[in-house]
C-alpha cells in the first residue's frame, strides 16, 4: 500500500492510507495522509469496527475506495456511490464455506466494482469457490521494489562470511516453514543431493509455523540435524542479503501459493529460481530465469536441481535474465495498471448509478 500511495502522490493524485493504530491520528507522510484508527483489543467484529471509522474519515467525497482483502467494505460502504475495488491475495475470505455467512460474503464481492486478485491461479479459484462471472475481476500482480532488491556483491560477500558460507554453493529459502511451504520436501532433497555435491548448503530464513512464531520445531531441527543453516525470521534488510548469498533459490509450495512474493525478490536480486508448480508461481518464475517443478515430488524437485548444479552455464543465463523478469512487477508497471483499473472501475460504478436511475444516457 506504501509503494504504491507514494507513487499515485508523485503522479499529482491525492491520496489516503488508513491503517490500525494506537490511537486516532493523521499525518502527512512524503505527501500521503496516513489516517491511523484505534481498535479496541477485544472488538470481536475487528474489520467491520475498522471500516466504519474509516468511513466516517474518509476525505474526498469523489475518491476511489481501494480495499485490500476486506469484502465486508462494500456493505459498510454501501450507501458511498464511489467506485470500489478489492485486492486479495487469498480467495477463501473469512473461513469461506465454514462460516455460515458465506452468501452474505458472496454478495460484499458483487458489489466491488472490480474484484483485483494478484494471479490468474488466484483469479481462477476466487470465480470458482465464490461461484462469480469472469468479467468480475482482473488481475493485478504484486509489486517489488527493484530498488531494494537488487545484486548486491558486497551484500553477497558479507552474508556468506557472516555465516561461514564463503565456499559453499547455497540453496536458499525463505518464507514460513511448514509442511504447507513444502519445507520437507525441500529437505528431503537436500539429503538426496548431499553426496553428489559435498559443497552444497542449505539455509532457511523464516519464522517455524506461522508468522510470529520463534523456537522450534521438528522442520527447524530436521534443518540443522541434515547439516543445513536455520536463521529463523530475519529483517528485510538481511533478506537482501540471504538473496545476494544464495546460487539457487528454492520456493516448493505444496498448496495455496497464489503469488510467491520471495520469488519475485529472488529473481530482483538477480537469483535463479527453482519453484513448484503450484498456484501462481508459473505466472512468477520465467522460464528464461527459473524451473518449475511437480509440487509435492522430492524427486522431481531432486532431478530439476541435480540438472541445474551439474550445467553452470544454464544457471548464468538463468541468473542473467533473473532481473529483467522481476521488472515485469515494479511498483511502475503495476501503478501504472492501477491507473486502468480505476478508469474501468469509475465506468463500471457510473453504469450502475445509470442502472439504478434508470438512465440510459451515456
Not at 66 to 75: D, G, K
Not at 107 to 115: A, H, I, M, P, R
Not at 177 to 203: H, M, W
Amino acid at each position: 500500500m506504501w509503494e504504491l500511495a507514494r507513487l499515485q502522490r508523485q503522479r499529482g493524485h491525492a491520496v489516503q492510507i488508513f491503517s490500525i493504530g494506537h490511537a486516532d491520528s493523521d499525518e502527512i507522510i512524503d505527501g500521503v495522509l496516513v489516517s491511523r484508527v484505534q481498535l479496541a483489543a477485544s472488538s470481536r467484529f475487528k474489520a467491520f469496527t475498522f471500516l466504519r471509522k474509516c468511513s466516517e474519515r474518509v476525505r474526498s467525497g469523489s475518491a476511489i475506495l481501494h480495499f485490500h482483502s476486506m469484502p465486508e467494505a462494500a456493505w459498510v460502504f454501501r450507501k458511498a456511490e464511489n467506485p470500489k475495488l478489492l485486492n486479495f491475495d487469498f480467495p477463501r475470505f473469512r473461513r469461506g464455506r465454514q462460516t455460515p455467512l458465506f452468501f452474505f460474503y458472496r454478495q460484499c464481492l458483487t458489489q466491488f466494482d472490480l474484484l483485483m486478485p494478484v494471479s490468474s491461479f488466484c483469479k481462477r479459484t476466487a470465480a470458482r469457490y465464490w461461484v462469480l462471472p469472469d468479467k468480475l475481476f482482473r488481475v493485478t500482480f504484486n509489486g517489488v521494489n527493484l530498488d531494494h532488491f537488487q545484486p548486491n556483491p558486497l551484500a553477497r560477500t558479507q552474508f556468506r562470511e557472516a555465516h561461514g558460507l564463503a565456499d559453499c554453493t547455497v540453496l536458499l529459502y525463505a518464507g514460513r516453514v511448514n509442511e504447507q511451504k513444502g519445507t520437507d520436501i525441500l529437505i528431503d532433497s537436500y539429503c538426496a543431493l548431499r553426496d553428489e555435491f559435498p559443497r552444497l548448503r542449505l539455509v532457511v530464513c523464516g519464522p517455524p509455523g506461522q508468522f510470529g512464531r520463534t523456537g522450534e520445531t521438528d522442520l527447524t531441527r530436521r534443518i540443522v540435524q541434515v547439516g543445513g543453516l536455520f536463521l529463523g525470521a530475519v529483517s528485510e534488510s538481511e533478506l537482501v542479503g540471504a538473496f545476494n548469498a544464495a546460487d539457487i533459490f528454492v520456493l516448493p509450495t505444496r498448496q495455496d501459493e497464489m503469488f510467491g512474493m520471495v520469488a519475485a525478490e529472488a529473481q530482483a536480486c538477480g537469483i535463479p529460481v527453482v519453484a513448484s508448480d503450484n498456484g501462481g508461481l508459473p505466472e512468477v518464475v520465467a522460464r528464461t530465469s527459473g524451473a518449475l517443478f511437480r509440487a509435492g515430488s522430492v524427486a522431481s524437485l531432486t532431478q530439476v536441481l541435480a540438472g541445474l548444479l551439474k550445467d553452470p552455464r544454464r544457471l548464468d543465463d538463468y541468473r542473467q535474465r533473473a532481473r529483467e523478469n522481476a521488472g515485469r512487477f515494479s511498483w511502475q508497471i503495476i501503478c501504472d495498471d492501477l491507473e486502468v483499473a480505476y478508469a474501468l472501475a469509475r465506468q463500471r460504478r457510473l453504469q450502475r448509478l445509470q442502472g439504478r436511475n434508470g438512465s440510459h444516457e451515456p
